[in-house]
Structures are given as C-alpha cells and as structure tokens.
C-alpha cells in the first residue's frame, strides 16, 4: 500500500510539472502579451497549451484518487512540492539560472509546505477520512 | 522577452490577478458544493448549477488559466512556480476568514515561511 501511494504522489508531481512545462512554452509561443483575440488564437494555436490542460486534468484526477486513500497531509505536500520538480527542469530544459535569492526562496517555501502538511496530518488523524471530498 | 532581473507592472497585475482569481475560484467552489440545501446525487449537482457560485467558480479558474500563462511568458519558470506558492498562503487566510477555519501553530509556521520565500524570491530579482 505504501508503494501505492508514493506512485500516487509521484504521479500527481508528473502531472503537476507537465502542466507547468507547457504553460510556459505555451506562453513563450505566444509572445508577446496582449489582450487581444490574436494572443489567444496564439495560445490555442500551437500542441503546448494542450499539454497544460492534460496536465491539469490528470492531476485533477490523481488528486481525487489519492483523497481517497491516501493521508491528507503528505498528498497535499505532493500536490504543491511540484515546485522543486518545476525548477529542476527549468535550470535543464530553459537555461535558467539557481540564483541565491531563488534558492533561498525555495527552501523556505519548501519547509513551509511540509509545516502545512504535518499540520493536516495532524489535524485529521482522528477522522481520516471524514471529508475528504470537498477539496 | 524583458531581461531576467526586472518584474514589470505588467508582470506585478497579472501575480496579484492570478492571487485574485485563484482564491475567488477556490473560495467559489466551496460555497458552491458547501451549501447545505443542496441535498445529494444529481439533485446536488442542479441545485449547483442553478446557483451563480459554480459558474463563478469555473469562470475564474478558466480566467486564472489565460493569466498564468501571459504571467509565466514573461519571466523565468523557475521564479514563476515560487511566486505562485502565495497562492497557499492567501487561500488559508481566506479561509480563516471566510470560514473561520482554525490556524494551529503549525499553520502559522507554515504560512509565514511560505510567504517569506515569496518575498525573498521577489525582491531578489
């Protein structure tokens, strides 16, 4: 069962990254900004925006499996932990740079969203699985 | 695109419509699916959809969804996913609000370190 789960966790991590992958080509593609029919036709033109949405929807759906089985509070650490996946691939796929200030930032963001978990952990071990739905 | 090291205002409205949008959407779906006369199965769902707080959901999140990707166009990803955690911090407090949900201790810790990587983030740039 606990391999469950970390597949679970990672899947949702997968989908996560994949949607924001294509957000961001998608959004390159479509350069540059403006509020205009011809931004979006840019936006919807192009596979990438597709990718965000698959990402989106899967992760939806993981989300939902994983509530139901899985504890609360490491799921919701997974469902937001995407982050270092996120700029581990945008330092490799984008030429972005590990700044200090990015990497400060992210290890408190980090130790922040375990402190969340642990607190939804401990708020629903009595009742586990008493709302897990309402998401 | 603008050279890594300068957050526009462009870049400043489109992170504080995406906090906007995205705590709206949330906040809107848990009105909707809260609500407790709307009973069960698919009597629940068109109570739902009678009601302006599912539409206002779904309209959100589609609005967040052209936003977030004008707003990761114009910066680096890897800044874009950490100024995005605000997100977390800002549907708690609603919560609080709104709902009067409790914040532990642990809640606090959590938000309060969320937010400062946020602000290291931001101003680092």
């Known amino acids: 069962m606990k391999r469950f789960y970390l597949l679970g966790f990672l899947l949702l991590m997968g989908f996560d990254t994949l949607a924001q992958i294509s957000f961001k080509v998608a959004g390159t593609q479509a350069l540059p900004v403006e509020a205009s029919l011809a931004w979006l ?12 949405v698959i990402g989106y929807v899967g992760a939806f759906f993981t989300w939902m499996a994983l509530l139901k089985h ?26 972005e740079q590990l700044t200090l200030a990015r990497g400060l930032g992210a290890l408190a963001i980090i130790a922040g969203i375990v402190c969340l978990g642990l607190a939804e952990s401990r708020e629903h071990e009595p009742a586990a699985d008493a709302e897990p739905a309402r998401g | 695109m603008p050279a890594e090291g300068s957050i526009s205002t462009l ?61 990761l166009s114009l910066i680096p990803l890897s800044e874009g996913v950490l100024l995005g955690s605000i997100n977390i911090v800002a549907i708690m407090i609603a ?31």
């Open chain 1, 70 to 95: 899985a504890p609360i509070g490491p799921a919701f650490a997974a469902s937001h932990l995407e982050v270092v996946s996120v700029m581990l691939l945008s330092i490799w796929l984008f030429d």
């Open chain 2, 11 to 71: 870049v400043a409205s489109l992170w504080l419509l995406n906090i906007v949008l995205d705590t709206g959407g949330q906040l809107a779906f848990k009105a909707a699916a809260g609500d407790p006369a709307a009973g069960d199965g698919l009597a629940r769902w068109r109570h739902m959809a009678s009601r302006p707080w599912l539409w206002l959901g779904i309209g959100s999140y589609v609005a967040e969804f052209l936003v977030w990707i004008a707003f």
């Open chain 1, 41 to 52: 036709l840019r936006v919807f033109g192009q596979p990438w925006v597709y990718g965000a």
């Open chain 2, 95 to 125: 919560g609080r609000f709104l709902f009067g949900e409790k914040l532990t201790r642990l809640r606090v810790a959590g938000i309060a370190l969320v937010a400062l990587g946020v602000a290291i983030v931001g101003l680092g740039t």
